[in-house]
């Protein structure tokens, strides 16, 4: 099991902005793999972010989209998602993810991080 860091989460007030950083595992991950950001609130199923596969394609849950982008840098394997305009219903602990197809729902992903915590204040 490939071992993934997250870090970057963090308190802010609504409006505000955050960069998500995931890093760790090895470099074909970032090259052919799928990559992507799901997050998890307290009592709720953990629901996909945003994800980004490896011909550059990109997909936003609804709730993000216009607010939120996922990129990566391979030379550096680490994966981002860069949340402006946040509201407090972004709160949760959020999950970088890796496997090698896209799947809809975080049991398609093997590879996990620990997560880190956003909480957006009103």
């Known amino acids: 099991q490939e071992h993934l860091v997250e870090s970057g989460g963090g308190s802010v007030q609504a409006g505000g902005s955050l960069r998500l950083s995931c890093a760790g595992g090895p470099r074909y991950m970032y090259s052919v793999y799928c990559m992507a950001w799901f997050r998890q609130a307290p009592g709720k199923e953990r629901e996909e972010v945003a994800s980004l596969e490896s011909n550059g394609a990109t997909r936003y849950a609804d709730s993000v989209k216009g607010r939120f982008t996922i990129s990566k840098d391979n030379t550096k394997r680490t994966l981002y998602l860069q949340m402006n305009n946040l509201k407090p219903e972004d709160t949760a602990t959020y999950f970088c993810?890796?496997?090698?197809?896209?799947?809809?729902?975080?049991?398609?992903?093997?590879?996990w991080g620990q997560g880190t915590q956003v909480t957006v204040s009103a």
């Open positions: 993810a890796a496997e090698s197809s896209c799947g809809r729902r975080w049991t398609d992903f093997g590879a």
